[in-house]
């Protein structure tokens, strides 16, 4: 948006200051020092305007309760329902445009788990003939179930607008379209017309975000539009660490993206005692002494370790030599597992080799990933402005810990931010200003270049160096 920015013959206030004074707080690691020479604003971040000056600003605002967290207002109805379909979890919203407050919000398990733990299952699974439509069936009624009993509870709301976001083959599943041209490469979806994503049920108008390519849905279209990647001149990154691993890089105008098989571990799936990141998850692990210490959402009673927990607890293991620098756990890794506390009712929650082993491909299938779209960029990670870490992990996750683990490829932490659930901070961002999104999709695509990572030579070298840690200066 524009902002006149006031000067005077006697200002000694930067432009940064000077938007601060006016309730606008921009992301700058460099302070002022213009290090980025420019190419983040279009103002040198040095500027000290002597009159009046008009700039073009993208404050990324923040959407309370967003989180999911308990931080929800019964003071305004919403008129706004925000859906993240995810492949692990479903989030639902149920927020006000007008007012910017969360009235109430939930997250559940995708009801398609038992199906399989993963989207290609998932699409292997709906092409036999035999499974034709069941799990759009399974999908439809859990989403139909939640919204009517919301509904029963809140008779004077009325729901405007329906949002969603998730990644290609969620959506697919959704839409009940085909995903026969998923399952082997060159993984094409279905090519569906604006009416089939955009359409009326009742009163009530659905959009659901389009997707770029197989690995990149709309979800990921929600958070790169919340970021300002249609239109931003730095260099940055979007993680969304979850079950699919998706990545896309904005440079020099261009965004470079890339989906890679990260599995469920970071959501807690696949381990021996994994939960989701839900209160009692254990999210921080600490060695003292060899002793580990724990620290769950909420302050809770352990119930499980979750994708955060897992990832500090990786960083721990090869601080404290439970593994060496080529990724091999040592003899003091106890057979049956490291214990990391007990449950209320005393069952042991360990942290296996197999866990070990699990959370070493998934860190190093983002690390590797984040390579190699810097490469084919043609620049260093060093080159790279900001990192924005999207997902639940991102919600608990110490950055320091799982830069030590070689998550971020090496990337100064300092520019690394967490974001949150990038999708529902876009989708409400959208509901808010509706304006102009078909033209900013369109910018998406016209800039955007998919990278396949699964044949990807540098990629699958990249991963290899990954799953060691002799590189990892941090260590």
Not at 124 to 134: F, G, L, M, S, V
Not at 207 to 218: E, H, K, Q, T, V
Not at 394 to 412: R, T, V
Request: glycine fraction near 10%; hydrophobic fraction near 35%; proline fraction near 5%.
């Amino acid at each position: 948006m524009k902002i006149t920015v006031q000067g005077t013959p006697e200002n000694t206030k930067s432009i940064l200051d000077l938007l601060e004074d006016q309730g606008i707080s921009l992301p700058c690691n460099c302070h002022g020092a213009n290090a980025c020479g420019g190419k983040q604003y279009d103002f040198p971040c040095t500027l000290i305007p002597h009159e009046d000056i008009t700039v073009t600003v993208y404050p990324r605002e923040s959407f309370v309760g967003l989180t999911l967290s308990a931080d929800q207002s019964k003071d305004h109805q919403p008129d706004s329902l925000l859906i993240d379909l995810g492949t692990t979890t479903v989030a639902m919203v149920y927020y006000s445009s007008l007012h910017k407050t969360v009235f109430y919000s939930e997250v559940f398990p995708n009801p398609q788990l038992p199906f399989g733990a993963d989207v290609i299952s998932r699409i292997k699974y709906d092409t036999e003939p035999t499974h034709k439509h069941e799990l759009t069936h399974t999908i439809h009624e859990i989403l139909s179930q939640h919204y009517n009993s919301f509904l029963a509870s809140h008779k004077n709301v009325s729901i405007r607008t329906c949002l969603i976001g998730g990644n290609t083959t969620m959506i697919h599943l959704l839409l009940g379209l085909s995903l026969k041209g998923m399952a082997a490469a060159p993984f094409n979806p279905v090519d569906v017309s604006p009416g089939k994503l955009n359409f009326y049920q009742g009163s009530t108008e659905i959009r659901i975000l389009p997707w770029l390519s197989a690995f990149i849905g709309g979800d990921i279209v929600s958070g790169m539009l919340y970021l300002n990647f249609d239109s931003r001149k730095d260099t940055c990154l979007l993680v969304d660490l979850g079950t699919n691993g998706e990545l896309a890089l904005v440079y020099d105008q261009k965004i470079y993206t890339a989906g890679t098989a990260a599995g469920p571990a970071f959501e807690g799936g696949g381990l021996s005692c994994g939960t989701p990141a839900v209160p009692g998850a254990i999210s921080d692990v600490s060695l003292r002494r060899l002793v580990p210490q724990t620290q769950t959402i909420g302050n809770k009673l352990p119930t499980g370790i979750c994708g955060s927990g897992a990832v500090s607890l990786l960083s721990q293991l090869l601080a404290f030599q439970y593994m060496d620098s080529s990724g091999i756990l040592t003899e003091k890794f106890p057979e049956d597992g490291l214990l990391l506390s007990r449950t209320p009712s005393g069952q042991e929650i360990r942290f296996t080799k197999q866990d070990v082993r699990q959370m070493q491909l998934s860190v190093a299938a983002i690390g590797a990933g984040i390579a190699t779209l810097c490469h084919t960029a043609g620049i260093s990670i060093d080159d790279t402005d900001q990192l924005y870490l999207a997902g639940g992990l991102g919600y608990h996750i110490s950055i320091s810990k799982a830069s030590a683990s070689g998550m971020f490829s090496g990337m100064d932490t300092t520019r690394i931010h967490t974001v949150g659930n990038s999708c529902l901070l876009g989708l409400a961002s959208i509901c808010q200003k509706p304006d102009g999104l078909s033209r900013r999709i369109e910018d998406l695509h016209q800039k955007s270049h998919e990278v396949i990572l699964a044949d990807n030579d540098y990629f699958q070298k990249q991963f290899i160096r990954h799953m060691t840690y002799e590189y990892n200066s941090a260590l």
